[in-house]
C-alpha cells in the first residue's frame, strides 16, 4: 500500500466539475483582477472567521507582511513571536526592517507560551505574533491581557488554522487581525497562492485594502508604499466551491486524528494535545516520538508520506545569526524540532490506510 501525506486528487475529483465552470466563469469574463468573486469570498471569509471585514491578499506570507506594513511596524520595532512555526511567519518581520522576539512555546500544544512574553516586551516592541499551529490555536487570554497592558498590535498568523476555535471564539476575530493562508495544503487550500487578512478595525481594513495596490488612492495617486498584494479572481472562484466543503473536511480530519489517537494509545506515540478550551481543525496532525529519525525512515520505506514540521527552529536559522540566539536558548522549541512527525491526516484516508501508517510506526518498537 501506499499512503501519501496529502493527496489533494482524491479531493479534486469531487468538486471537478464545479472547479472547472467557477474557473471558466472568470475567464469568460475576462475580470483578471480583483471582481465579484474576490469580494465574495472577502464576505464570507469575514462571516465565518466572525470578523467585519477582510480582505483578500496573494498569500498567506503577503497577509503577514501587509498587515505589519499597515500597522505601520517597520526598522527599529519589535515583534515578540514563537520560534517553532514556518519561516514565513518570521521572515516577514524581518523583511519589514524589524526585530523578531522569540519566546519559547509549550511543549504540550506548541504554541507560544504567553508567560514569556511579558519579560520579552521593551520600549520597542510595536506587535505579537502568535502563531495557531497544527490547527490550534494559541492561549489567547493572557497574549490579550499583555497586548492591552502595553498597547500591542496582535497579528494572529491563522495561516493553519481557518475556522478553529479558542473559548468559543473564532481564530483571526481576537486580535487586531488574523492572516490566513489558501496554500493547497491548508484545511481551505486554493489551485495556487492565495490569503486573508481579517480584522474588526475599519480604519485597518481601509489601509490593508490600499496596500495591496502599492498604496495607491485613487489610482495613480500613492500615500504610502505599498506593494502588489492582490488575490486572484481564479483562486477565489475555486475557493468558493471548496468553501461549503470545509467543515465537512474539516470534521474529517478530527475523525481521523480520533482513529489515530485510539491506535497510539498506551504506545510510545505522544499524540496530540487538544486543550478543552479548543476547536482544532488538525490542519497537520504531529505526534512526538522517540527515535524520530528511524521512524521517518521506515515510513519511507513502506511507501507513506511523513513531514517533519518543523525541522530547524527559526531562532536557529543561517538567515537569523546575526539576531545572536543560540542552541539552548529556546529549548522546548529545540526539543519538539527534533521529537515531532507529522502524518497523514486529510479527510479521505480510508481506516486501512490510517492502520498501516499507525502499525508502520508501532513495528519501530520492535526493530
Ligand atoms: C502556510 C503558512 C504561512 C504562509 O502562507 P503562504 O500562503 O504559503 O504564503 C505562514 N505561516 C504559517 C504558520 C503557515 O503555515
Redesign the pocket.
Known amino acids: 500500500m501506499q499512503v501519501s501525506l496529502l493527496d489533494l486528487k482524491a479531493q479534486y475529483a469531487t468538486i471537478k466539475d464545479e472547479v472547472l465552470a467557477a474557473v471558466s466563469e472568470v475567464l469568460e469574463s475576462q475580470r483578471c483582477i480583483g471582481g465579484p468573486k474576490v469580494a465574495e469570498l472577502e464576505e464570507k471569509i469575514a462571516a465565518i472567521s466572525d470578523s467585519r471585514f477582510a480582505v483578500g491578499v496573494s498569500?498567506?506570507?503577503?497577509?503577514?507582511l501587509s498587515c505589519l506594513m499597515s500597522l505601520d511596524i517597520s526598522t527599529g520595532d519589535e515583534v515578540i513571536t514563537t520560534p517553532f512555526?514556518?519561516?514565513?511567519?518570521v521572515g516577514c518581520i524581518a523583511r519589514i526592517g524589524a526585530k523578531p522576539v522569540f519566546v519559547d512555546i509549550e511543549p504540550k500544544t506548541f504554541n507560544i507560551n504567553p508567560e514569556f512574553i511579558e519579560p520579552a516586551v521593551t520600549e520597542k516592541t510595536k506587535a505579537i505574533m502568535p502563531?495557531?499551529?497544527f490547527g490550534q490555536m494559541a492561549d489567547m487570554d493572557p497574549i490579550m491581557e499583555v497586548a492591552n497592558k502595553y498597547n500591542l498590535a496582535v497579528i494572529e498568523?491563522a495561516?493553519?488554522s481557518i475556522t478553529s476555535m479558542y473559548k468559543g471564539r473564532k481564530a483571526g476575530s481576537i486580535g487586531t487581525a488574523g492572516?490566513f493562508?489558501?496554500?493547497p495544503?491548508?484545511n481551505l487550500g486554493g489551485i495556487g497562492?492565495?490569503?486573508m487578512i481579517v480584522t474588526n478595525d475599519e480604519q485597518l481594513y481601509n489601509r490593508m485594502k490600499i496596500m495591496r495596490n502599492h498604496g495607491a488612492n485613487p489610482k495613480y495617486y500613492h500615500k504610502f508604499v505599498g506593494g502588489n498584494f492582490r488575490l486572484d479572481p481564479i483562486q477565489a472562484a475555486a475557493l468558493l466551491v471548496k468553501l461549503p466543503h470545509l467543515d465537512e473536511w474539516s470534521e474529517g480530519r478530527r475523525r481521523n486524528a480520533a482513529y489515530y489517537d485510539k491506535k497510539f494509545a498506551g504506545t510510545f506515540v505522544q499524540t496530540p494535545y487538544v486543550s478543552s478550551e479548543c476547536v482544532t481543525i488538525y490542519?497537520q496532525y504531529c505526534v512526538r516520538v522517540p527515535r524520530r529519525d528511524e521512524i521517518v525512515a521506515h515510513l519511507k520505506e513502506k511507501n507513506i508520506g511523513c513531514a517533519i514540521y518543523y525541522p530547524v527552529p527559526i531562532h536557529l536559522q543561517e538567515c537569523f545569526s546575526y539576531l545572536g540566539y543560540k542552541e539552548g536558548d529556546l529549548p522546548e522549541a529545540e526539543k519538539a524540532a527534533k521529537e515531532v512527525i507529522a502524518l497523514p491526516i486529510y479527510p479521505e484516508l480510508t481506516d486501512e490506510m490510517k492502520d498501516y501508517v499507525a502499525d508502520a510506526i508501532l513495528e519501530v518498537e520492535n526493530i
Open positions: 498569500s498567506g506570507t503577503d497577509a503577514i512555526t514556518f519561516f514565513a511567519t502563531v495557531h499551529l498568523d495561516a493553519q492572516c493562508s489558501f496554500f495544503s491548508k497562492d492565495g490569503g490542519n
